[in-house]
């Protein structure tokens, strides 16, 4: 696996992006709770150009900041407190969550689930036990722009991790390029070593 340089490629037409994001926002509101009964669960990614692109060629765009941080998170919040009034009316139990990315924020997304699946996101991520002394505050998402959401919830930080196959040759020279820092050890199952790094931090909703 070769060690490529990712190039970044600049956001061009903010104000374009903005509107963009605000019609992302505008789409997603309604939860479809007719659909939701079949289903049980449903969720909304931040499908918004050009982060939701798919690149092939070695390069990426940057991830949204400044105005545009700010538009995301107020949408995802706009989303997840229409979504809570719709589920609300239907007088059970249910998950309901923003999935507040830390290093990639364009990956956040708000997830809910109803009936005998509402518990299936419960372990998706890896609890911290020993939580940031200023909580949210200590995020690179919050300023002063960001803060009147983000302080509207108590919020708890957590690990996205992945398990590496160290069999698999794939897997080992990822393993290799990964920060000592990333690395949080190996677990066993069966005669399988598996290494767990971390992907990226999130912050969900107390």
Same mark, same amino acid.
């Given at each position: #696996?070769?060690? =490529?340089?990712?190039?970044?490629?600049? +956001?061009?037409?903010?104000?374009?992006?903005?509107?963009? +994001?605000?019609? /992302?926002?505008?789409?997603?509101?309604?939860?479809?709770?007719?659909?939701?009964? &079949?289903?049980?669960?449903?969720?909304?990614?931040?499908?918004?150009? $050009? /982060?939701?692109?798919?690149?092939?060629? =070695? @390069?990426?765009?940057?991830? $949204?900041?400044?105005?545009?941080?700010? %538009?995301?998170?107020?949408?995802?919040?706009? *989303? !997840? &407190?229409?979504?809570?009034?719709? %589920?609300?009316?239907?007088? @059970?139990?249910?998950? %309901?969550? +923003?999935? %507040?990315?830390? =290093?990639? *924020?364009?990956?956040?997304?708000?997830?809910?689930? *109803?009936?005998?699946?509402?518990?299936?996101?419960?372990?998706?991520?890896?609890?911290?036990?020993?939580? $940031?002394?200023?909580?949210?505050?200590?995020?690179?998402?919050?300023?002063?722009?960001?803060?009147?959401?983000?302080?509207?919830?108590?919020?708890?930080? !957590?690990?996205?991790?992945? @398990?590496?196959? #160290?069999?698999?040759?794939?897997?080992?020279?990822?393993?290799?390029? +990964?920060?000592? &820092?990333?690395?949080?050890?190996?677990?066993?199952?069966?005669?399988?070593?598996?290494?767990? *790094?971390?992907?990226?931090?999130?912050?969900? #909703?107390?």
């Amino acid at each position: #696996m070769k060690n =490529n340089i990712i190039k970044y490629r600049k +956001i061009r037409g903010i104000n374009r992006r903005k509107r963009a +994001i605000e019609q /992302w926002g505008v789409r997603n509101k309604a939860l479809d709770i007719e659909s939701l009964k &079949e289903t049980k669960r449903d969720y909304v990614k931040f499908w918004v150009r $050009p /982060w939701s692109s798919l690149s092939l060629i =070695n @390069s990426v765009y940057p991830e $949204p900041t400044g105005e545009l941080k700010t %538009l995301l998170i107020a949408n995802l919040l706009k *989303i !997840y &407190e229409s979504w809570d009034s719709s %589920l609300k009316q239907l007088d @059970s139990t249910y998950y %309901l969550q +923003i999935w %507040l990315f830390e =290093n990639e *924020i364009s990956h956040s997304q708000v997830v809910c689930a *109803i009936d005998h699946l509402k518990d299936f996101y419960q372990n998706t991520f890896s609890p911290i036990e020993v939580q $940031p002394n200023e909580g949210i505050k200590s995020s690179h998402h919050y300023n002063e722009d960001t803060a009147k959401y983000l302080d509207r919830y108590d919020w708890t930080q !957590y690990r996205y991790t992945q @398990s590496l196959d #160290m069999d698999d040759v794939w897997d080992a020279e990822h393993f290799a390029l +990964i920060a000592n &820092e990333q690395r949080l050890g190996e677990h066993t199952v069966g005669d399988k070593v598996y290494q767990v *790094i971390e992907i990226d931090k999130v912050w969900l #909703m107390s």
